[in-house]
């Protein structure tokens, strides 16, 4: 056991001192699905992180419904007005409307919509105060306008907003600290590549939520949504999420399947939306083909790495 950790430190070491490709990211991080990282730019670097917010956002709501002993098909949630008011992307709901958490799961992970987060951190919020009388820190203090919440609404996005932190630390997370469940601009939520491809793994581990972020499009009611993540039109990627903000520049974070075993890559600050996925890819192919070459030609076959030279990558809007 430990000639292989050995092993793998040397491996990876080996490959800290090869050349990755160039790219406009700030901050980027891909490990293996043990959680072992095979190359790196700044990835403590603590940035916001936009969207890839709602990966927590996600993961945590799934955890209360295990800890409140609730079922996510059967926990209905009515969208308030509030909800319906926010800015940037937008799942589009309409208010009073009811949802069950797992349609508001893919509201959420698919066209990264700001309603489907308040509406689902304000929900368990509410039952979490409800379960839990114990004052909040005072340090935790969500991000708001000035007059957007009620004082209840507050009290209740400051206590999602909490047990959001929490489920960080207990991930290792330490470089991170969230402010809000939808990742708009703000200078309190921040988070690093590397804290977040340990956000990323713990996601994948969920059966329901690895299903979400991998599916191209979502029907219910009369809603229909749509993936942003376009490397999922590519073989072998799966999920997680997009991002984007002005402050945090594009973002993603993406699993990829091969013979090497599951790749997580976040990429944090990237120009652009579409070199946002074009360097992801040439990083995935990048890592996978120097892995081999360098240091397990007899452990692991070749990687099934698809060519990014030609991919077209159409951006509609910002997402």
Not at 47 to 74: F, G, H, P, R, W
Not at 212 to 228: A, G, L, Q
Not at 275 to 302: C, G, H, Q
Request: hydrophobic share 35%; aromatic share 8%.
């Amino acid at each position: 056991m430990n000639e292989n950790k050995s092993l793998h430190a040397k491996r990876q070491s080996a490959l800290s001192l090869l050349n990755p490709p160039q790219t406009s990211a700030i901050s980027w991080c891909i490990v293996t699905q043990m959680g072992d990282e095979l190359a790196s730019k700044s990835p403590s670097l603590k940035l916001e992180v936009a969207s890839l917010t709602k990966i927590m956002t996600a993961y945590t709501s799934i955890q209360l419904c295990e800890e409140l002993n609730l079922d996510y098909n059967e926990t209905y949630i009515c969208i308030p007005r509030i909800a319906t008011q926010i800015g940037g992307t937008s799942a589009f709901l309409k208010r009073d409307d009811i949802l069950s958490l797992e349609e508001l799961l893919y509201a959420l992970m698919l066209p990264s919509g700001n309603d489907a987060a308040i509406s689902i951190a304000l929900h368990f919020g509410s039952l979490l105060n409800t379960q839990r009388k114990q004052k909040i820190a005072s340090y935790i203090i969500c991000d708001t306008i000035q007059g957007f919440y009620d004082d209840t609404q507050m009290n209740n996005m400051n206590r999602f907003v909490r047990q959001m932190n929490e489920n960080a630390l207990k991930l290792g997370m330490r470089d991170s600290q969230f402010s809000n469940p939808h990742g708009l601009s703000s200078k309190a939520n921040k988070s690093t590549a590397s804290d977040m491809c340990r956000m990323s793994s713990a996601y994948l581990k969920i059966p329901i939520l690895k299903q979400i972020c991998n599916s191209k499009s979502y029907c219910c009611r009369n809603y229909e949504w749509f993936n942003t993540n376009l490397l999922l039109n590519f073989e072998n990627y799966q999920g997680i999420k997009t991002g984007i903000t002005p402050n945090a520049g594009a973002c993603l974070a993406v699993s990829y399947e091969s013979l090497l075993g599951s790749i997580i890559v976040v990429l944090i600050g990237a120009k652009d939306q579409k070199r946002r996925f074009e360097e992801t890819d040439k990083l995935i192919n990048w890592v996978s083909k120097e892995y081999i070459l360098f240091y397990n030609k007899t452990m692991y076959a070749p990687p099934r790495t698809a060519q990014s030279k030609g991919r077209s990558f159409i951006i509609k809007k910002q997402v």
